[in-house]
């Protein structure tokens, strides 16, 4: 046994005896260091993984939603597509009809025109036929009084005289009609 | 074994000097690393953050191993401290040892019986208690003492004795055995010059080496130890 110089009450021994005191303050030490753990370390660390499972979970959650939401959107577009698409065959279609019956109308109307332009056409050429025909016949008349009255010298009845030409005449319109 | 102590009495209980600095520069050291791991923590983890998780998640691991359901998250603590005080206990001896007056103040502490038997008994102490709190005292004492059968029970009363002392002194002899031969390679080391000098280093290395290990498994085996005697505790067998 040695005496210490710093500790007085502290008795050096080789190994004797065993020193119970020890399993205290073992313990204690042990205690108090899972109590300073626990406050400054476990706490907040346990939290800050209970925040991070909870994250973790909210992205999973938000990332699944977004996926069905992008879904449905392609979806609504893909179907709004192909309903335009329709529509604008639906169109074509209507304006292609309706240009096609508007067409006939056009042709129709032209024809008809047409028909009664040569109609009307037609009967303008007869009836100025007819005046040129009537305006020689007179004009013949006179000139074959004035012809016969010169050259017979004789006195001729204008009617007797047009009497002979219409009927000459009217054996020419005859002539003419065959 | 004969390496001089400092003792003092106190209330009539010897006190180890030595063996008290050594405890709390174990303690200190765990509550430091834990702490300076702990600031400014992340939802995403970084650098020494993902570290300490880590550690939490084996120790976590450990746990569940043993004990099933929601009464397992709240040993978490328990034996993430028990975990990292031990392995730093058990490193610490080999990192340095501090020697006044002949009398070492600063080794492994666990290279102690009365430190290893400590923990061993508050580890055995926690699953009693939580025996009798969860199952009751006649649940807890027909459970732990009359199974299978009522005349097991002195065998049962013994093996509770067992559990403790092998628990304790499995921890204690690894520590002190490594640190003990490190010690006689250090002594070989000096007893001849330099033609001992040098290959006690490459010795020294290797024993260094497998004793990191051997005090790395046996943090690993204490929790786990710890942990199957509390489940044990806790579910009675039929």
């Given at each position: ?11 050096v021994t ?8 020890n ?44 996926r ?15 309903k335009?698409?329709e529509?604008?065959?639906g169109?074509i ?5 309706s240009?096609q ?25 007869e009836?100025?036929?007819?005046d040129?025909l ?12 004035e012809?016969?009255s ?10 007797d ?18 | ?7 003092f ?14 405890v ?6 765990t ?32 746990v ?22 031990i392995?730093i ?8 040892q ?19 038997l ?22 807890y ?9 009522k ?11 067992a559990n403790?002392l ?10 002190f055995?490594?640190?003990l031969?490190?010690g ?16 006690s ?5 290797i ?20 942990f ?9 067998e039929?």
């Amino acid at each position: 046994m040695l005496s210490h110089s710093l500790l007085p009450t502290v008795a050096v021994t080789d190994g004797g005896g065993l020193y119970y005191g020890n399993m205290i303050f073992t313990a204690f030490v042990f205690i108090v260091l899972m109590l300073l753990i626990m406050k400054f370390a476990w706490k907040p660390l346990s939290e800050m993984m209970e925040k991070r499972a909870n994250k973790i979970a909210d992205d999973i959650n938000s990332a699944e939603k977004s996926r069905k939401d992008a879904e449905d959107l392609a979806k609504q577009r893909e179907d709004a597509l192909a309903k335009s698409r329709e529509d604008a065959t639906g169109i074509i279609n209507n304006a292609k009809q309706s240009a096609q019956v508007q067409s006939d109308q056009i042709i129709t109307t032209a024809r008809n025109d047409a028909q009664s332009i040569k109609t009307s056409a037609q009967k303008d050429i007869e009836q100025e036929r007819k005046d040129a025909l009537a305006n020689t016949k007179n004009d013949v008349a006179n000139l074959s009084i004035e012809i016969a009255s010169k050259i017979i010298q004789k006195e001729l009845k204008a009617d007797d005289q047009k009497a002979l030409i219409d009927s000459y005449i009217e054996g020419l319109g005859k002539q003419d009609a065959r | 074994m004969n390496d001089p102590i400092s003792t003092f009495k106190l209330f009539g209980l010897t006190f180890n000097i030595g063996n008290m600095v050594a405890v709390t520069v174990a303690a200190v050291f765990t509550f430091l690393l834990v702490f300076i791991c702990s600031r400014k923590l992340q939802v995403i983890p970084s650098g020494k953050q993902n570290f300490l998780e880590m550690i939490v998640d084996f120790t976590n691991g450990i746990v569940k191993g043993s004990i099933s359901g929601s009464e397992a998250s709240s040993f978490g603590l328990y034996a993430f401290v028990l975990f990292l005080f031990i392995f730093i206990s058990n490193q610490m001896g080999l990192l340095f040892q501090i020697d006044y007056n002949g009398v070492t103040y600063v080794k492994s502490p666990t290279a102690d019986p009365i430190v290893a038997l400590t923990l061993a008994a508050l580890s055995l102490s926690l699953a009693h208690f939580l025996g009798v709190s969860k199952l009751g005292f006649k649940g807890y004492f027909v459970g732990s003492y009359f199974k299978p059968f009522k005349l097991l029970f002195p065998l049962n009363v013994f093996e509770e004795l067992a559990n403790f002392l092998t628990l304790g002194l499995r921890l204690y002899g690894n520590i002190f055995a490594g640190e003990l031969l490190l010690g006689m390679v250090t002594k070989l080391a000096f007893s001849m010059g330099a033609l001992s000098f040098i290959p006690s280093i490459f010795i020294a290395m290797i024993w260094d080496a497998f004793s990191i290990f051997i005090g790395s498994v046996q943090a690993f085996v204490f929790v786990t130890l710890t942990f199957v005697y509390i489940s044990q505790k806790l579910q009675p067998e039929e």
